[in-house]
């Protein structure tokens, strides 16, 4: 059966009125033919290659000429198109589910979220059983910290003595990993590490302050080290870069990663030379939700932000710091990177933000291979998941674009749809789901 991506559109469309959405996955039978794939692995291109997916795995590749389509196949016609695994945001936070298909409609298949509550947990599971659209779903439970919290929706580290039946708790419930935060002192920070270690859950987060980097890196137990700015204080807010070498090759050696969460700041910056209806003009802008744009204090943010002198001075000076000297640092040690954004911190629109978070590596010196490959690559090594790159056995969860992201990321604006869990999704299909949703 041939179908071209438009007719595929409006088969879709029909499939999802009549039925659940989860008719459209599992029992799939789906070939890309003569499609260009981008190799993450390697930064190069393999043109006129066909894919075979059976339900959400990649079942064979190979050449046009080589690899026939059997009949029975759904077919999609991807002549001048370019297939390459789906991006991963690496540090999410998502607390309306609407967001979730603004993941998917950037080609973010894979989202890990740094504030789970019980509502994660079934939604992890609605994602895994069909019944919720959205990317593959990792999160961590609820932020944990000792008093005074530092946010007031943290959970409070009330003694050591209780730590070991709280991580249990975290890894019995089902969530992906540990989120600590600022305030954990070092003897709860290295009870914390044992039990993790004992149940064999991940920690990720801040560099709590009475902890230090030096000892997050000599106890060598915490997964990821969450946003670039948790390294300023180590760095006087980047006026004294004496040690800069020296944290990026520990830091390589180590078993931690580092989020970038870049964008953040690059946000903040704009904040302080945009109004803010240039925000509303920007890319996704009108799939938020309501309740998420007033909790952003639109006015308030702007106002507070335009109106500190030493703030915009800090934000540029941080943001300068970053591309110019701790990712080139990294990059150059070997620091083992992921890419995240921190959506929906005020103005950062989820999916949307995860390609000015690549063109900030871009500003930093990162070639687009290697921005793809930490996207996809790293990710899926960090989750330890079947995917990352495409080949036959991984998992069929790719992203369909219009032009070659090797040669602009900004292809990621504009790309013809995804394959999820073996599934087709035109963005066209996905904007109009986003828009029902709206309504
Ligand atoms: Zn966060």
């Known amino acids: 059966m041939i179908i071209n991506c438009r007719s595929l559109f409006s088969t879709l469309i029909q499939v999802c009125l009549f039925l659940p959405c989860n008719a459209q996955s599992g029992n799939t039978i789906l070939a890309l033919h003569d499609v260009n794939i981008i190799d993450v692995l390697s930064g190069s291109v393999n043109k006129n290659q066909n894919v075979l997916i059976t339900n959400s795995i990649i079942t064979r590749v190979g050449n046009t000429t080589d690899l026939e389509i059997p009949a029975g196949y759904q077919q999609i016609e991807c002549t001048g198109k370019y297939l390459m695994p789906g991006l991963a945001d690496m540090h999410v936070h998502v607390f309306d589910s609407s967001e979730l298909l603004m993941y998917l409609i950037n080609g973010v298949t894979t989202v890990r979220n740094l504030h789970g509550i019980a509502m994660h947990l079934q939604w992890k599971k609605d994602i895994e059983e069909e019944r919720l659209l959205g990317p593959h779903f990792y999160s961590s439970g609820p932020i ?67 902890v230090g980097i030096g000892n997050v890196i000599k106890i060598n137990g915490q997964k990821s080290i969450e946003h670039l700015e ?48 240039w925000f509303e003009q920007s890319a996704g802008f009108r799939f938020m939700s309501r309740e998420t744009i007033r909790d952003w204090g639109w006015e308030q943010t ?7 002198s030493v703030g915009i001075e800090r934000y540029t ?38 390609i000015n978070e690549m063109q900030l590596f871009k500003k930093a010196g990162f070639s687009n291979a290697e921005i793809l490959k930490i996207a996809t690559v790293n990710s899926a090594k960090f989750l330890n998941s079947n995917g990352g790159y495409i080949a036959e056995g991984m998992n069929a969860d790719l992203v369909l674009l219009n032009q070659n992201p090797l040669e602009d990321l900004e292809a990621f604006r504009r790309i013809e749809g995804i394959i999820f869990k073996g599934s087709w999704y035109s963005s066209g299909f996905l904007a109009s789901l986003l828009s029902s949703k709206k309504e």
């Open 144 to 210: 944990l910290e000792q008093a005074p919290l530092s946010r007031s929706t943290n959970t409070t580290l009330t003694s050591i003595d209780k730590i070991d039946s709280i991580v249990f708790n975290h890894k019995r419930l089902g969530y992906d990993f540990i989120k600590i935060y600022d305030n954990v002192s070092l003897p709860f920070y290295e009870q914390l590490i044992l039990s993790a270690r004992k149940y064999s859950i991940p920690v990720a987060g801040h560099i709590p302050t009475p």
């Open 230 to 277: 948790e390294l300023l204080p180590f760095f006087n807010d980047g006026r004294d870069t004496t040690n800069l070498i020296i944290y990026a090759t520990e830091l390589a050696q180590s078993n931690s990663w580092v989020t970038a969460t870049a964008v953040v700041y690059e946000s903040a910056f704009l904040q302080t030379v945009h109004d803010w209806s």
């Open 317 to 354: 000076r941080t943001l300068n710091f970053f591309t110019t000297q701790l990712l080139p640092a990294f990059k150059k040690a070997g620091v083992k990177l992921l890419i995240g954004t921190d959506a929906p911190v005020p103005m950062l629109v989820p999916g949307y933000s995860l």
């Open 302 to 308: 702007f106002k507070k932000r335009n109106q500190n």
